[in-house]
């Protein structure tokens, strides 16, 4: 069942990119939008990737929240220069499954898709970009 | 002749009374409906080092349970942990131990 996965691993141990440029611009939008959202306090993604580390607190480390965002920052970064691949190594490949998993969550997280009955009712084309994401992500998993 | 030592370790020791254990942190991973259960799997291998077996177990129970406590130990590598996990892309806290 090759056929249909979007990453394959391959034998030299680099991760085949086998996306079509749809796929690509998907994920150059999903890669975009994590990197301008952790630089602007009202993208609509800001706050869930500033979400608390420890609830019981007012505020949490400055260390720690300074770590998140350069980690966040960095992995964005690499994905969006790597979008061009056709290989990616294996800190390449964490870098995009990390940031789409954040660009996934946040998209959950902006729209109120918390609970299952939100997600099946959401419109279709925020569902088409779940879903496409999801696909990615399932796919790159599997080389990881 | 004076001794060589007058003091023992009599009273240095202590007993179960002055012992007291520093309750541990916790890091708490969060279901979501939208993250794939095999990516939260690939996190846990990738961030803890843990077995499959053990990253399947506790993904099921963040998924089945809402939450799951995934690393207990002190606060400073909880939060490191927990960073991890939030830039990983899943929703982690930590809390203290009850």
Redesign the interface.
């Known amino acids: 069942m090759v056929g249909n996965r979007l990453f394959v691993r391959r034998r030299d141990g680099r991760i085949e990119v086998r996306l079509n440029e749809a796929g690509r611009e998907v994920a150059k939008e999903a890669f975009g939008r994590v990197v301008a959202a952790e630089r602007d306090p009202t993208h609509e993604w800001h706050a869930s990737l500033n979400?608390?580390?420890?609830?019981?607190e007012d505020d949490d480390?400055p260390l720690?929240s300074l770590?998140?965002q350069q980690?966040?920052s960095t992995?964005a970064e690499l994905a969006y220069m790597t979008l061009g691949e056709q290989f990616l190594n294996d800190a390449e490949a964490?870098a995009w499954?990390?940031?789409?998993?954040?660009?996934?969550?946040s998209?959950?997280v902006a729209n109120g898709?918390?609970?299952?009955e939100?997600?099946t009712s959401a419109e279709p084309e925020l569902m088409t970009f779940?879903r496409t994401i999801?696909h990615f992500?399932?796919s790159l998993?599997?080389c990881? | 002749m004076k001794p060589m030592r007058e003091r023992t370790t009599e009273g240095d020791v202590l007993t179960e009374q002055d012992v007291k254990t520093e309750r541990p942190w916790n890091v708490v991973v969060w279901d979501?409906?939208?993250?794939?259960m095999?990516?939260v799997?690939?996190?846990f291998k990738?961030i803890f080092g843990y077995s499959n077996n053990k990253c399947t177990e506790l993904m099921l129970k963040v998924h089945h349970e809402g939450r799951a406590i995934v690393w207990s130990g002190n606060r400073q590598r909880a939060?490191?942990y927990?960073?991890?996990l939030?830039?990983?892309?899943?929703?982690?806290?930590?809390?203290?131990d009850e």
């Open positions: 979400a608390p580390i420890d609830p019981s480390s720690a770590g998140r980690e966040i992995n964490w499954l990390s940031t789409l998993q954040i660009a996934l969550r998209t959950a898709l918390l609970t299952e939100k997600l779940v999801q992500l399932f998993a599997e990881l | 979501d409906p939208v993250t794939p095999s990516v799997v690939v996190i990738k939060e490191s927990c960073v991890k939030q830039v990983a892309g899943l929703q982690s806290t930590i809390e203290k």
